[in-house]
């Protein structure tokens, strides 16, 4: 079989472990691999490398992806619909890989419809792809975040000041969830639920008075009420780029006005999605790459590698993408217990 392989929309750590292990396990049973760059822009516009194991021998150790990546739908248009189906009908494509998050997924679907042979691959550090336990990307992401939290202690410490990090995550606060739980912060804000500020400034004053400082984790989707509207635009699937709300800032100033403590914010962005994957998204990455190569050769086309408990396994599209996964009660009550 002649395998394509592509990763899409927002990059993150263990993409290149994935790529790696399609092509691994591909050319280990006498199969062939190209990429395709950018995305789903590769697959439209027909830009193509070879990929031979020497190409990604050492790529399970970096970040990103060797590919490229880009947020482009090729079924905005009907003209790029067919462009896709002409790219995999002249590169000879008996298999596509698609490695992304839920539009890149979404695509992978409708290009099965269509009558492609695709299986997918979830990423994301948001870590909200339904059907999957957890999504590589968000171990590596999450740990950034939670040092960048020890920093921020550091100096919060020092000058007595309450301190907001906020994190990504668009709608699903799983990322918040970690940084806050794993970084010990004295309160946290999710998207999944309701802003309460009377309790925010409560624990934030109860941190302070008791060690002289806090830290706030907010995630970028969290509603405020009033919050600025998106300075940014939308990308190409809808979405509203949330990191230009400004959500972590504005809740430091609400902090200091109702408090005031002197209070600062900071926004840790793409520093969480670049670095080295741990050791946790090398394995998952590595799994799922070679587990969708195992679904193409079985013919499972139109399923998605997912994580089950232990186990890997091949489930279809549609039932990956029914619903986002967000935050359940029981990892929320989990948090707030640390609360201060
Ligand atoms: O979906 C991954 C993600 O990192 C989100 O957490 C964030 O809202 C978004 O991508 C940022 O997108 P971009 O890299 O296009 O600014």
Same mark, same amino acid.
């Given at each position: 079989m002649r395998f394509g392989v592509l990763t899409g929309g927002g990059d993150c750590p263990g993409l290149n472990a994935a790529i790696r292990g399609v092509v691994y396990r591909a050319t280990g049973s006498g199969h062939s691999v190209v990429g395709f760059l950018d995305g789903w822009k590769g697959a439209r516009d027909r830009l193509v490398r070879p990929l031979a194991r020497s190409d990604v021998h050492d790529i399970i150790l970096r970040g990103g992806t060797v590919l490229g990546s880009s947020r482009?739908?090729?079924?905005?248009t009907e003209a790029d619909a067919q462009k896709v189906l002409a790219t995999l009908a002249a590169e000879g494509i008996d298999a596509l890989v698609a490695i992304g998050g839920d539009d890149t997924l979404s695509a992978a679907r409708e290009l099965h419809r269509r009558g492609g042979k695709v299986v997918g691959v979830p990423k994301t550090m948001d870590n909200d792809v339904g059907g999957t336990d957890w999504t590589f990307g968000f171990d590596s992401a999450s740990s950034a975040a939670v040092e960048a939290v020890g920093r921020l202690r550091d100096t919060a410490q020092s000058h007595h000041r309450a301190i907001v990090l906020e994190v990504m995550g668009r709608h699903a606060g799983w990322v918040a969830l970690a940084t806050g739980l794993g970084g010990a912060a004295d309160a946290t804000l999710l998207p999944e639920e309701p802003y309460h500020e009377e309790s925010l400034i409560r624990q934030v004053r109860s941190a302070v008075s008791s060690r002289g400082y806090a830290i706030v984790v907010v995630s970028e989707g969290v509603e405020l009420g009033s919050v600025r509207g998106s300075a940014g635009g939308k990308d190409e699937f809808g979405h +509203? =780029? =949330? @990191? +230009? @709300?400004g959500v972590g800032a504005e809740v430091a100033r609400r902090i200091e006005i109702a408090t005031g403590i002197e209070t600062r914010s900071a926004q840790i962005g793409h520093i969480q999605r670049g670095g080295p994957p741990t050791l946790f998204d090398r394995l998952l990455a590595t799994r799922l790459g070679v587990h969708a190569v195992d679904l193409a050769v079985s013919g499972r086309f139109g399923e998605v590698a997912v994580l089950r408990g232990e186990s890997v396994r091949g489930v279809p599209l549609d039932e990956a993408l029914r619903s986002p996964k967000t935050v359940p009660r029981e990892w929320s009550d989990l948090l707030h217990t640390f609360d201060a």
């Open positions: 482009t739908n090729p079924f905005k +509203e =780029l =949330l @990191r +230009e @709300r």
